[in-house]
């Protein structure tokens, strides 16, 4: 696609109260913070990592704050999040190229999305039983999900493509078959919050500009190329 592409973002207002801590986390005992920060989390981390060639809309529905405990040591993250103001999920999409509905799980109803007439994606970020939201998955592009849940989509009747990741490479899962697959050294020692969300973003770019197997290609080294110019 030659000029500039707009994605339409959907999704709660994250306020993300991000603790950085060197060791491993200890419950019931007090914990150092190397490091404390402030930002905009979920829909715009996509923005945040998006791509200069790409305008980005966001459309919040609601507001949550999360409470963010990083492990850099072990590369890994814990939540608590609040719901601090929900809303009522009317999306309406104005003229675009792509729409993306990110962590589709924290809506307290599903969306209707049968007026879009551009592909939408989707994203979870939880473990829910994925079978509930089968009807919008097969009205899906294709679905973003983390590896570790690959087991929630044995019962889910889709001929979606589904993009699995995490820090160890992606694969993509069709009818219940993994159609390709990249795996990578994964980078040790890092803040990987909001690392799905730039997952997404690099995605959805190639998809504008490529075909889906060069995204699928392309996708996991870039993100690793891009946490790795950002430690």
Request: some cysteine; hydrophobic content about 35%; overall charge negative.
């Amino acid at each position: 696609m030659s000029g500039q592409s707009t994605v339409f973002l959907f999704g709660q207002k994250y306020t993300d109260y991000i603790y950085d801590i060197g060791s491993e986390l200890k419950l019931g005992t007090r914990n150092h913070a190397q490091a404390f920060r402030t930002q905009l989390g979920g829909i715009y981390n996509i923005k945040r990592f998006g791509i200069a060639k790409t305008n980005y809309v966001c459309k919040t529905f609601g507001e949550t704050d999360a409470v963010i405990i990083q492990e850099i040591s072990r590369s890994r993250r814990t939540s608590i999040t609040r719901y601090t103001n929900e809303e009522d999920l009317t999306l309406e999409v104005t003229p675009c190229h792509w729409a993306h509905i990110a962590y589709i799980d924290d809506t307290a109803a599903l969306p209707n999305i049968d007026s879009f007439n551009v592909p939408v994606t989707y994203d979870f970020c939880t473990a829910n039983d994925r079978t509930l939201y089968e009807d919008l998955i097969n009205k899906s592009e294709f679905i973003f999900d983390s590896r570790e849940n690959k087991h929630l989509y044995s019962k889910v009747d889709t001929d979606k493509r589904i993009v699995l990741h995490d820090p160890y490479g992606s694969e993509v899962l069709c009818k219940g078959k993994v159609s390709h697959k990249q795996e990578i050294t994964p980078i040790k020692k890092i803040a990987v919050n909001g690392a799905g969300d730039l997952f997404a973003a690099i995605f959805i770019h190639l998809c504008l500009e490529k075909d889906f197997e060069t995204a699928a290609d392309y996708t996991t080294h870039l993100t690793k190329d891009f946490m790795l110019r950002n430690l």
